[in-house]
Nanobody, 124 residues
Framework: VQLQASGGGLVQAGGSLRLPCAAS????????MAWLRQAPGKEREFVAA????????YYADSVKGRFTISRDNAKNTVYLQMNSLKPEDTAAYYC??????????????????WGQGTQVTVSS
């Protein structure tokens, strides 16, 4: 199983980025997906999650109204659209997958699969 996150980069405050995470080796439509992030010297934190069907989403308060998570099951890809970026959004962003929604909603973040991170840097 591989989760390949991409799309990171350097952007000015107020700008936008779209992060795709392409999945392979699993039945993507059976898995709920999430994005988490980790800034240097800080703990990993939850960003957003989406159910297997795309019908349910939820967000960290810090990104609500600015970020949108979506998925395309035909392309085995989950996306994180990030708008109105702030310097405090600077972090490595990770996608993760689990078949159990309770795992996605818990703070243990014991996801079955993790992707490698993609770095997002927001300059002021």
């Amino acid at each position: 199983v591989q989760l390949q996150a991409s799309g990171g980069g350097l952007v000015q405050a107020g700008g936008s980025l779209r992060l795709p995470c392409a999945a392979s080796g699993l039945t993507f439509s059976n898995y709920h997906m999430a994005w988490l992030r980790q800034a240097p010297g800080k703990e990993r934190e939850f960003v957003a999650a989406i159910s297997w069907s795309g019908g349910t989403t939820y967000y960290a308060d810090s990104v609500k109204g600015r970020f949108t998570i979506s998925r395309d099951n035909a392309k085995n890809t989950v996306y994180l659209q990030m708008n109105s970026l702030k310097p405090e959004d600077t972090a490595a962003y990770y996608c993760a997958a689990d078949a159990v929604w309770a795992v996605v909603r818990s703070t243990s973040w014991n996801f079955e699969y993790w992707g490698q991170g993609t770095q997002v840097t927001v300059s002021s």
